[in-house]
């Protein structure tokens, strides 16, 4: 399996470390409910088809990536900066 | 027996083997199964169950039969297939699985209980008595049942791992492959052409037809050459593609060696590739399959297509009376190559309007029903509507048609699909992303359609690569497919082999069926049909046939079992190549490390890290002599440590003090410039993820310690958060660990140490406990921090890593002149245990800080990571506390790993009330002291328990006290 890094190009699976669901993007407010909490850190859909992960170019740039893939077909559908889809999300 | 004029073997280049003992002969270009059957020997193994007389079935890698063990010692690999191994000069092949020798085998008397050893016998013989199964019977099937042995000793030959690129793969240098690689060479596309063989032209090279008006493998010779002209082309000989992965990922062995007679010592014997390619042509040809008959086991029964291998491409034919049997047209080659050659040829077709192609015998309409002869075949019985004849013959041809060899096509879950006019599986389209079969891979039978698919498969994949192919010409060929009427097994009575290697017959297949194990996958495990080191190449379509007709249900319906990787065995060697010994992981060594193996300290792992562990000196009797000697320099003149492999993150920015707030539990953007403060790390889950102290050397400007174990992890959290959580910061961060070598210079000495080799002023004032500042030491611009991990004054001085090796030389040095010296881990470890420090034996990742007692440090002004998590109910409650621990005798030994009980309770799991994390000999104390936690145990300060190592045996009478066990006001460290 190649993830294609946007700041290196097509690497090589063993170069990246494998953080989760794109889920950790979106941490909850401080003080926020136990349940809002718990959601972020431990409940996680398991999809038959398209995940959003983080995985992290550590062996290169040292780029977090979101990596769109079917976990079906291996299709690796897109990889963007975590820095910018986190900027776009504000 | 040799046959004069034929052959692409060179007569000129004798070579010198032998097998089994005995000393043969062969010609260059020989394989062992060749040569052997040049020498008159058909005998060349046993069967795996029943141990059958067993000869070479195939002339491929497809074989079943003829597994040897090729060299002695620890050079020796056993399941070769004869029919691959090229001979070479003083070649040493041995047979298996037989004993006494391979004529007289004992254990052939299973053949003779075959009646009792049909699919599944073990499930319901081996039943009873219980215990019996793991202690009796299945060694006893292991000894009996086998195939060669591995040497058990480590090779003395090296094996490579590799990685190559290309735009297009062709899998395969028969007709289809050159003309598919030509095509994308000259459209200009990087090209790897990967072939089995050690020659170019696959199937051409067995065959008497012409391409061009030139001999097949002339031919082939010729495109290798255009190929190479192009200058864009790899070929890769001797080179099985094995697997096929993601993302057009290709795994594929290359045998460089195991040819030749003496190869050079640096070459290695195999090479495993990892190929990833853009797009990939797959012309991997076909595989004939046999059809199922009583006794169709015997040396000198062979594939049709096998027989023409043997005399076209070696000059060789296993006998002089030849008999055929087959289904199909195509077959009719063999006995018009045999009659070519003047021999006697009998076709037994099954058609009963098959006809005769050339001066042979035909007999249409007819099937073979038995065959004779116990270690070679001498003839068989054939029958012909309600007649059954016998005929002498000592080699038989059998086919029963051609499969497209879809192995590949199959790697990523994909199934083949069935082509009812074509009675075979075909690759189905797209089932590898990239991947496009061609030739008889795709059930094109005929060479001329052959090389054009090749030539149509590489034009459209150039396209896809945004380039134009030129249209190169077909090649003059055969145009003729033949007829074919599908043919399984033959229904009579006798035992008909499906997968020679693991035994396993028709009757087998039906018996599953009957006992329901109906499902393509369950009948494959019952009676292992497709389990062997050959993957049922040779058999598996033909078992599918039989199950399909026992169940009733077609072909297609019945499907076919999963193909997986690897489409030949690989060698673990070759596969693990590098990755054994030093070549497992990368090592770690500090500046110091030359110095202290000098001194011969032994090293401790710490990651990739190799840290020493303590100073022998001469009259030592223990490592404790030595540990106990290195703390004393600590607590009583001064010490020496590196402590270099600490993670040092550099980090820098206008809201570098931001980070650090949002990381650490307490504050850091208040910490003033030349200060040093200690900082605690949680996991955004509230368990503790590091500790360790962090200096302001600037207003924008941090450089922040991690403990060895954890400088990795924290190095990518901290990028996880400012690319992440908070990609607006303005921050930069970089590890800089290796570029600084780093020293501790502790005890009452320290100062007096550092004042003859620092210019500025380092008193107390001018640099007090948790103070930084930037110093030239020897006149190097160096940076001095007052921190301490033993309790005592104590500095840490950092170097840029050129100067590592020197200064601690100069470092050590002075130190004796004082009174102290070098320490070690084991040193460094009982100092903080004196201390109460924690390490990563304490923070498991389940510690949170109030497990620690510093709950406190979780600033309640501002968020950080961790902090909601921290504060939840199930991390408050009734948790394990830290305590420190001293034997009531203080000279009883204690581990680390002990757990806990009341007094007088029962030690069952139950029960335990903590457990023993850290242990160490005080020799300041005159005490084992520990490390632990402890269920409320801040509470229990003066209280007795029982610390019991249930694995060491081992049970003591501790008492439960503060951590810090030694100085506990920290007086000595502001001195």
Known sequence: MRLPCPLCGARDLREFYYLGSAVYLERPEPGAPIEDWDRYLHLRENPAGITRELWQHQAGCGAWLVVERDTVTHEIIAARLAQEVASDAG | ?975
Request: one cysteine or more.
């Open chain 2, 1 to 975: 027996m040799r046959v004069e004029g034929k052959g692409w073997v060179d007569r000129a280049r004798p070579v010198s083997f032998s097998f089994d003992g005995r000393a043969f002969t062969g010609f260059d270009g020989d394989t062992l199964a060749s040569a052997l059957l040049a020498n008159d020997v058909k005998l060349m193994g046993r069967s795996f169950k029943y141990h059958r007389p067993r000869g070479p079935f195939t002339a491929d890698s497809a074989e079943p039969n003829t597994l040897m063990t090729i060299g002695r010692g620890a050079r020796q690999v056993p399941n070769v297939r004869a029919t691959t191994q090229e001979i070479y000069d003083g070649l040493k092949a041995r047979s298996q699985n037989a004993w006494p020798s391979l004529h007289w085998d004992v254990l052939a008397l299973n053949d003779f209980l075959s009646p009792f050893l049909g699919a599944g016998f073990y499930y319901k013989t081996f039943m009873w008595p219980k215990g019996f199964w793991e202690k009796l019977y299945e060694p006893l099937i292991r000894h009996a049942a086998g195939l060669g042995a591995l040497s058990g000793l480590p090779s003395p030959d090296h094996s490579e791992r590799a990685y190559a690129h290309c735009d297009v793969l062709v899998i395969g240098a028969g007709p289809a492959g050159l003309m598919a690689a030509l095509t994308a060479a000259e459209a200009g596309t990087r090209v790897i052409l990967a072939d089995e063989a050690p020659r170019p032209g696959g199937r051409l090279l067995s065959e008497t037809e012409e391409v061009d008006g030139r001999a097949g493998p002339l031919w082939a010779a010729a495109m290798l050459d255009k190929l190479k002209a192009t200058g864009q082309v790899r070929y890769m000989p001797r080179t099985t593609v094995t697997g096929a992965y993601d993302s057009g990922t290709f795994g594929a062995v290359e045998r460089i060696a195991d040819h030749l007679s003496a190869p050079p010592k640096d070459l290695p014997r195999n090479c495993f590739w990892r190929i990833s390619a853009k797009r990939t042509i797959l012309a991997t040809g076909a595989l004939e399959r046999p059809i199922a008959f009583p006794w169709n086991d015997r040396p000198g029964i062979m594939l049709a297509s096998a027989l023409r291998s043997y005399l076209n491409r070696w000059g060789v034919v296993p006998g002089k009376r030849i008999a055929l049997f087959t289904n199909n047209d195509a077959a009719h080659q063999t006995a018009i190559d045999l009659s070519d050659v003047g021999l006697d040829c009998t076709v037994i077709d099954s058609r009963s309007d098959a006809q005769a192609q050339g001066e042979y015998r035909l007999i249409a309409g007819a099937e073979v029903v038995d065959t004779r002869g116990r270690l070679g075949l001498s003839g068989i019985t054939y029958r012909r509507g309600s007649r059954t004849l016998m005929m002498d013959c000592d080699a038989l041809g059998v086919s029963g048609g051609w499969t497209p060899n879809v192995s590949l096509t199959c790697h990523m879950n994909g199934r083949p699909t069935w082509d009812p006019d074509l009675s075979a599986f075909v690759p189905t389209k797209n089932a590898v992303s990239g991947l496009e079969a061609c030739g008889a891979a795709m059930g094109l039978w005929s060479t001329r359609a052959v090389l054009r698919s090749g030539q149509d498969v590489a034009c459209k994949a150039v396209e896809t690569l945004n380039l134009k192919a030129p249209k190169l010409p077909i090649p003059n060929a055969a145009e003729t497919t033949g007829d074919m009427i599908p043919l399984w097994s033959v229904n009579a009575k006798g035992r008909a082999w499906l997968d020679l290697q693991n035994d396993v017959t028709t009757k087998d297949v039906r018996l599953a069926a009957q006992e329901n194990y109906a499902s393509v996958e369950h009948m494959k495990r019952y009676t292992t049909q497709g389990m062997a080191t050959d993957q049922g190449k040779s058999s598996n379509v033909l078992a599918l046939a039989v199950l399909a007709d026992a169940t009733g249900r077609g072909i297609p319906e019945t499907g076919t079992t999963t193909f997986r990787p690897p489409y030949v065995p690989v060698p673990i060697e070759a596969i693990g190549a590098g990755a054994s010994g030093k070549g497992f992981a990368p090592e770690r060594f500090t500046t110091s490390h030359n110095a202290c193996k000098a001194r011969g300290a032994p090293f401790i792992e710490a990651g990739l890290w190799y840290r020493p562990s303590y100073f022998p000196r001469d009259g030592d009797t223990t490592w404790r002599e030595a540990c106990d000697r290195e703390v004393g320099y600590v607590r009583n003149a001064v010490g020496i440590a590196d402590v270099s492999t600490l993670g040092k993150i550099d980090i820098q920015g206008p809201d570098a003090a931001k980070l650090l707030d949002f990381v650490y539990t307490n504050t850091f953007s208040t910490l003033p410039i030349g200060k040093v403060r200690y900082g605690l790390m949680l996991r955004e889950d509230g368990h503790v993820m590091d500790d360790g102290t962090t200096a302001r050397l600037g207003p924008q400007h941090y450089v922040m310690t991690t403990t060895t174990a954890a400088a990795g992890d924290v190095m990518r959290h901290l990028e996880f958060i400012t690319q992440c959580l908070r990609p607006a910061w303005d921050v930069q961060i970089i590890s800089v660990t290796e570029a600084w070598a780093q020293f501790a210079i502790a005890g009452p000495k320290a100062r007096d140490l550092l004042s003859h080799i620092i210019a500025e002023p380092i008193d107390t004032q001018a640099l007090p406990f948790m103070g930084y500042q930037p110093v030239r030491l020897h006149g190097i611009p160096s940076r001095l921090f007052r921190i301490s991990f033993s309790g005592e004054l104590a500095y840490e001085i950092a170097v840029p890593a050129r100067y590592g090796a020197a200064l601690f030389d100069d470092l050590v040095s002075r130190a004796e002149t004082l009174g102290g010296g070098v320490y070690g881990m084991e040193a460094l470890n009982v100092l903080r245990l004196e201390k109460g420090f924690i390490t990563h034996a304490e923070i498991d990742g389940r510690i949170t800080a109030q497990d620690l007692g510093l709950a406190r440090m979780i600033s309640a002004k501002k968020d950080c990571i961790g902090k909601d998590a921290a504060l939840r109910p199930g991390l408050t409650k009734d948790r394990f506390e830290l305590i420190g621990l001293k034997p009531v005798n203080a000279l009883q030994k204690i581990d680390a790993g002990a757990h806990l009980f009341e007094l007088n309770t029962p030690h069952i799991n139950s029960n335990q009330k903590g457990y023993v994390t850290s242990v160490g000999y005080s020799p300041t104390l005159r005490s084992y002291i520990a490390l632990g936690f402890l269920k409320e145990g801040r509470n229990r300060h003066g209280a007795h328990v029982t610390l019991l190592d249930h694995m060491r045996n081992m049970q003591a009478e501790v008492e439960i006290c503060p951590p810090a066990f030694f100085d506990p006001e920290g007086t000595r460290v502001r001195r």
